[in-house]
Nanobody, 120 residues
Framework: LVQLVESGGDSVQAGESLRLSCAAS????MAWFRQAPGKAREGVAV???????KVADSVKGRFTISRDSTRTTLYLQMSTLEPADTAMYYC??????????????????WGQGTQVTVSS
């Protein structure tokens, strides 16, 4: 069974931190995306290797992506959260290697999402 299950979302105040987790079975998770109401899904961070990860400019310096050594759990450490970070956060896997690594259409496997709400 191929499955991604996100957890860790919560309602927090601006400036606080959260850590999201994505537990995977049958696939290695590699990316975090988010989608705010009325907006397109956007790439947040991608884990390529321990020495190579990419984060979106909007979260650079505040968010960090990591993956455990068994390649079954992906994390997103979020600090100094802002109201603009409010969104449903999704874990993704099975990148097609066609197109941008931040393009959601290039991933085949998705979790159900976990909600992050940041109030000012």
């Amino acid at each position: 069974l191929v499955q991604l299950v996100e957890s860790g979302g919560d309602s927090v105040q601006a400036g606080e931190s959260l850590r999201l987790s994505c537990a995977a079975s049958g696939v290695s998770p590699m990316a975090w995306f988010r989608q705010a109401p009325g907006k397109a899904r956007e790439g947040v961070a991608v884990f390529i290797s321990r020495a190579h990860a990419k984060v979106a400019d909007s979260v650079k310096g505040r968010f960090t992506i990591s993956r455990d050594s068994t390649r079954t759990t992906l994390y997103l450490q979020m600090s100094t959260l802002e109201p603009a970070d409010t969104a449903m956060y999704y874990c993704a896997a099975d990148w097609s290697e066609r197109g941008s690594i931040f393009d959601p259409s290039t991933y085949h496997t998705w979790g159900q999402g976990t909600q992050v709400t940041v109030s000012s």
